[in-house]
């Protein structure tokens, strides 16, 4: 389960990375997106990777590490999504203001010349 | 009374907060009101502020740093709001900045766009939560609220170079946001803390794996805190959208660039100070030659500028690598001096952001570029003699107001006598010269010699820009129109830049409080105690404390 979580955030990170520095506004914008997935399933393996285990406390039973997962990750995970979701609608307004004002979906606000 | 002075912690996030949602539900035509809410508001806090300050400096209370658990969890559990020296002053600094910027914009600026007031007061409490909260994720949050706000603040009034810039600035900072992610769950991951004062007392006895990765995560966290901060070569992004951003908006900016430095400077010195086993002086490198390569950039750009709103965006190049540099430096006394520079720059350049604004209004938008081109081929003009003595008769006061700030300004940049900017580097330059710290913390004597030698460097470059600028904008009859200025405008200049003269003639107890700032910081301990095992403090502040 490790390598196929790790695979996924390198190709994650990578493929993000990768858009991230392309010219196109939009290729940014899923750039930023790719890479905040790879962030959140980042800070969600940091809660070390469990199955079958739940993150509560049952009330007459005594916590026991062996059978409890962290809920502290998914906390923050869940912050983070929200975070990300949000700065990607703001983001996104911008893209359009771009476009509309610049005429081009170009990051600089027009064509390179190469 | 003394139960009212503990929540008084929380009211600089609160009271924006709410007051900036409530004003969304007003329409914008009430504009009157909206900014008598915005204003009444940010006078609050400076009150506040100022209150919150006279607390950790031990005035009021026994207990000079105060943590208060949100919602009454426990430290290392529940996040918790930390009040010492350090956050309190900076929490001072975003209010008079916060006052000055909106009372500015009150003249023109706040009628340019939609929700400013409300965007404004958010930015605040995003700023004063970073500087006030305890913990790293809590961090993080308001991090991304006065970013967040910031977004929207830098296209305020829109245009084409607005959206360009605040476009670039959006993706540099949201990718910097998602490194401060993983640089957080990376700590939490090999500490399973996110309290900064716990994760101090864990660093010393961890193991040499785990050591590894905490010292990762706190690198990668340090690029995210050097992207705002705006060290080279992370800063490209920086002169572009401050010059294209309105001026109340970019004057209130250039506190953002100091909750990086706040940030790295708190960080350092709490996780990875002198008694930190192996982990001590961690980065320390890293952020001294950075912030030296900083302030080299920065002075190119300052001489290289033609337009005065990018001089001021080098110039907060400048000042945030000679923080920087003076943080990596690593002895109490350089710390001292640098938060006076702190506080003494974050003024001078919010002050020029908007003693910019005011002379530049009625100026064409190329005049700059023109002077420069005109006096490169050796042009004069003759024919606009008679047209500069007219100006001279006609107003001869806003003028010599706006003329008499410049230099002000100028020599705050500079670092010349008489004002405080002097004293600021004065200070820096003797700590750093200190045989001590250079034996503490760890540079050698060379570089010592070549980081005086651009502190030196960079104020006479600063020198050199303004002089030019203000000749070819206060001498040259270029410019016939004369600006057209509003008396709340001079109100907030002359407001950040009293404040300055005042920091120069009040200098004595001012540098003892940075003193002893730095000397609580570089000794963690009574900050740590005080976050971890409240209990003893505050009895002794419930009985102690008198209104």
């Not at chain 1, 990300?84 to 390179?112: I, K, N, P, Y």
């Not at chain 2, 949201?174 to 900064?196: D, E, Q």
């Not at chain 2, 705002?228 to 294209?244: N, R, V």
Request: charged share 10%; net charge negative.
């Amino acid at each position: 389960m490790e390598i196929i979580i790790a695979a996924a955030i390198g190709v994650l990170t990578g493929s993000g990375l990768w858009l991230l520095l392309r010219p196109r506004t939009f290729q940014v914008i899923i750039g930023l997106s790719l890479l905040s997935y790879a962030a959140n399933l980042f800070i969600f393996s940091m809660g070390r990777l469990r199955s079958n285990a739940v993150p509560i406390i049952e009330p007459d039973t005594p916590g026991n590490l062996a059978t409890l997962t962290d809920p502290l990750p998914q906390a923050l995970v869940l912050t983070a999504i929200v975070i990300s979701f949000a700065m990607t609608a703001l983001f996104l307004v911008v893209l359009l203001a771009s476009r509309g004002l610049t005429g081009t979906d170009h990051v600089d606000g027009r064509e390179s010349d190469l | 009374m003394t139960a009212f002075a503990d929540h008084l912690i929380i009211a600089p996030i609160v009271l924006p907060l709410l007051a900036g949602a409530l004003l969304l539900l007003v329409d914008d035509r009430r504009r009157p009101f909206k900014a008598t809410v915005a204003v009444a508001v940010t006078a609050a806090l400076l009150v506040i502020s100022i209150l919150l300050l006279r607390r950790a400096d031990g005035q009021t209370a026994l207990s000079q740093t105060v943590s208060y658990a949100l919602g009454d969890w426990p430290a290392p559990f529940g996040i918790v709001l930390v009040l010492d020296r350090l956050s309190a002053m900076m929490v001072l600094l975003t209010s008079i900045l916060g006052l000055a910027a909106l009372v500015f914009s009150l003249a023109r600026w706040h009628r340019a766009g939609p929700n400013f007031h409300t965007l404004f007061l958010f930015l605040l409490m995003g700023l004063n939560g970073a500087f006030l909260t305890g913990d790293l994720f809590n961090l993080f949050v308001f991090f991304e609220v006065l970013l967040a706000a910031s977004y929207a603040l830098v296209l305020h009034g829109m245009g084409v170079v607005r959206v360009k810039a605040g476009l670039h600035y959006i993706v540099v900072n949201l990718a910097a946001s998602t490194l401060f992610l993983i640089g957080v769950s990376l700590i939490y991951g090999v500490s399973g803390t996110l309290n900064m004062a716990d994760l101090a007392t864990r660093i010393p006895g961890m193991n040499d794996h785990d050591r590894m990765f905490l010292e990762a995560g706190a690198a990668i966290l340090g690029v995210a805190f050097l992207v705002k901060a705006g060290m080279w070569p992370l800063s490209f992004w920086l002169p572009t959208a401050y010059a294209a951003a309105s001026a109340p908006a970019a004057a209130i900016f250039s506190v953002m660039t100091k909750v990086g430095v706040y940030i790295i400077l708190r960080l350092s010195l709490l996780l990875f100070g002198a008694s930190a086993g192996e982990s001590a002086h961690f980065g320390s490198q890293v952020l001294l030659y950075g912030g030296m390569a900083t302030i080299a950039f920065g002075l190119v750009g300052v001489l290289a500028t033609q337009t005065m709103s990018r001089l001021a965006g080098y110039s907060v190049l400048v000042s945030s690598g000679t923080l920087l540099a003076a943080i990596g430096v690593g002895n109490a006394a350089a710390t001292s001096g640098a938060l006076f520079y702190l506080v003494n720059s974050t003024l001078a350049i919010a002050g020029f952001f908007l003693l910019i604004e005011l002379v530049e209004r009625g100026r064409d938008a190329g005049a700059d570029v023109l002077a420069v081109t005109m006096e490169a081929f050796g042009y004069t003009d003759e024919d606009d003699v008679n047209e500069e003595v007219e100006v001279g008769e006609r107003i001869p006061t806003i003028l010599a107001f706006l003329g008499g700030s410049f230099i002000a300004c100028g020599l705050l940049l500079a670092g010349l006598p008489p004002l405080s900017g002097f004293l600021a580097k004065f200070a820096l330059m003797s700590a750093i010269m200190d045989p001590a710290g250079i034996g503490t913390g760890g540079p050698q004597h060379v570089v010592t010699w070549v980081l005086i030698a651009l502190l030196i460097l960079s104020g006479l470059s600063a020198m050199l820009a303004m002089t030019r600028i203000g000749i070819q904008t206060f001498w040259s009859p270029l410019e016939t129109a004369v600006p057209g200025v509003r008396g709340v405008e001079v109100a907030a200049v002359a407001f950040l830049l009293l404040l300055c003269v005042l920091m120069t003639v009040r200098a004595a107890p001012v540098l003892d409080f940075m003193e002893e700032t730095a000397m609580s910081l570089h000794a963690p301990k009574a900050y740590v105690d005080s976050v971890l095992s409240p209990g003893a403090p505050v009895d002794a502040k419930r009985t102690g404390a008198k209104p």
